[in-house]
């Protein structure tokens, strides 16, 4: 069995419609070949973000995981807070939580969309810390009231796991700097998007920057963009527009997805260049040039998502970018 050093920069997705048998096997995988974390989504009609990473934090040894996002509208901060810190203590130093507005749409659909998603964001991350660090919390926000709210001692995990932000827009960005210990960016993550990020972001401690990707990488370089192409077709949309507004053929892109009349044919028509600028995809020296050009633009965090039919199968070829 191949049993690399672990690479902690580099982690994987776990994709959110991988049927449920595969799950652990697939974390498992991703532990032996070396990633440093999985990260598990939590989006509205799949899978729970708590209860998948409480599963592949028992079922694996070492690897870090974390949970990219929990809206703060879903869950009282509370009873978050108990989740987190019992996944904190039962697996110490592996945990890492991002938090965010969630998708409006999705949030708006289940009645849980603030009136002003900022502040809730703020009330909740401080609220949060404060809980996890156990402290007696008092709080009369706008949508965080807690009353003298604590946890047990018994509770409290040793580590108190990062809390990280998931968030895009510029004001948004710039509250993660300011309260969060860190940032995770959906993909995709362009190194011109990091470094814009990052200016919004803009914090005065320091910060991490989890940056997700679509990713495929094999000895065929136009193998490896024609597979990581259909995971771009959601792009052109309008959430996705503070992601490519840094890139040079914006306008472009925005101007090719206004003359296609479905993502489908976007994603078809969009330039192999492009492929190769907005994911982590090519040959694995191709591959792994793109992974230093993220962390030179001040990515500390890369998340690959794997692409195509047999996931944990990729993940092999995905191992490929690891340790260089």
Not at 23 to 39: H, S
Not at 123 to 134: I, Q, T
Not at 304 to 317: I, K, R, T
Request: proline share 8%.
């Amino acid at each position: 069995m191949r049993s690399p050093a672990t690479d902690r920069t580099v982690g994987v997705l776990l994709p959110r419609d991988l049927p449920a048998d595969r799950i652990l096997p697939y974390a498992r995988r991703a532990e032996e070949l070396g990633f440093g974390a999985l990260w598990v989504v939590e989006d509205l009609g799949f899978r729970g973000g708590v209860a998948q990473a409480a599963a592949v934090l028992a079922s694996t040894d070492r690897i870090r995981v974390g949970i990219g996002l929990l809206p703060a509208g879903a869950r009282n901060v509370a009873f978050a807070a108990l989740e987190i810190a019992s996944l904190a203590q039962l697996f110490p130093g592996r945990v890492d939580v991002a938090v965010g507005h969630g998708m409006p749409a999705w949030m708006r659909s289940v009645g849980q969309w603030p009136r002003s998603p900022l502040t809730l964001l703020r009330e909740y991350v401080d609220a949060l810390r404060a809980l996890l660090r156990g402290e007696l919390t008092q709080r009369r926000g706008q949508y965080v009231h807690l009353d003298g709210v604590q946890l047990d001692p018994s509770a409290l995990p040793d580590v108190v796991p990062d809390i990280l932000a998931g968030v895009r827009g510029p004001k948004s960005l710039a509250l993660s700097g300011e309260v969060a210990d860190g940032t995770v960016l959906a993909e995709p993550v362009a190194p011109e998007y990091a470094r814009a990020a990052l200016g919004h972001i803009a914090a005065r401690r320091p910060h991490r920057l989890v940056a997700y990707n679509i990713a495929s990488v094999d000895a065929d370089p136009l193998a490896a963009l024609a597979a990581a192409r259909p995971g771009l077709e959601w792009i052109g949309e309008p959430d996705w527009h503070a992601h490519i507004a840094p890139l040079p053929f914006a306008d472009e892109l925005v101007a090719l997805r206004s003359g296609c009349a479905s993502r489908e044919e976007f994603a078809r028509r969009m330039p192999d260049d492009w492929i190769a600028r907005l994911a982590v995809a090519g040959s694995p020296e191709e591959a792994r040039a793109r992974l230093d050009g993220l962390r030179a633009a001040g990515v500390t965090d890369i998340v690959l998502a794997p692409v195509g039919p047999d996931p944990v199968g990729a993940l092999e070829s995905l191992a490929t970018v690891l340790g260089a």
